[in-house]
């Protein structure tokens, strides 16, 4: 297994652009999210998804859109990308099983200029 | 409300001692507690998960326990080495099923020096 995987690893924009964070994972987890990490601020959810066609917000939605066609992707959409959202971003899936343990992608790190 | 905390936020010690890394969560309603760890520029890998119900697990070098009733979670390191220098991180898991959001302390960074 691949386990989740994200792409692009590096990523610069102008403000005003969009652009989608791809995630994938290949280990059939109904459960997915998008973090954010920014330095003194931990880890915030953004939006989460429970299943194909189910999503949800997190902390920290404003900005971002998701959605869920199938239950291996889970693409993260910057509408109208700002320097606040110059950031870390990272997929994590997890079980559909107790414990729920949550795998996370390599990440991706976003600079918006 | 859930708030998790990690103390200290730096560590910094010798090769070859044991050390302990503290997690404090303020409601002791949780389903479980995962342990991670986040190398410099990379993402989180798990190491250990502890359900409610435990009171401790292992992993080779790593023992993590749990105390629900005074809402503390330790993550013992035997025989520290330069290859666990890293950024450890806490989360609690408030519910089982749909809504399994975790609440995130904000790491201890140690560095493990040869």
């Known amino acids: 297994n691949a386990g989740v995987t994200q792409t692009p690893k590096f990523q610069v924009l102008k403000t005003g652009q969009s652009m989608t964070l791809q995630c994938a994972q290949d280990m059939n987890h109904e459960y997915m999210s998008w973090y954010r990490q920014d330095p003194g601020m931990g880890l915030r959810l953004i939006h989460y998804s429970v299943g194909a066609g189910i999503t949800d917000q997190g902390e920290v939605p404003n900005g971002y859109n998701v959605s869920r066609s199938t239950t291996e992707d889970f693409p993260l959409r910057l509408l109208s990308a700002a320097p606040s959202q110059t950031s870390v971003y990272f997929c994590a899936s997890s079980t559909p099983w107790t414990p729920y343990e949550q795998f996370f992608g390599p990440g991706t790190r976003l600079t918006v200029l | 409300k859930q708030e998790v905390t990690q103390i200290p936020a730096a560590l910094s010690v010798p090769e070859g001692e044991n050390l302990v890394l503290n997690c404090s969560f303020t409601?002791?309603?949780?389903?479980?507690l995962q342990w991670f760890r986040q190398d410099p520029g990379k993402g989180l890998t798990s190491l250990l998960l502890i359900q409610s119900s435990q009171r401790e697990q292992t992993s080779g070098r790593l023992n993590a326990s749990l105390d629900k009733s005074s809402g503390r979670s330790t993550l013992y390191i035997a025989a520290s080495q330069p290859g666990d220098s890293a950024t450890y991180l806490c989360a609690v898991r408030r519910n089982a099923g749909n809504n399994r959001k975790l609440i995130w302390g904000l790491g201890t960074s140690l560095a493990v020096n040869p």
């Open positions: 409601d002791s309603a949780i389903y479980n």
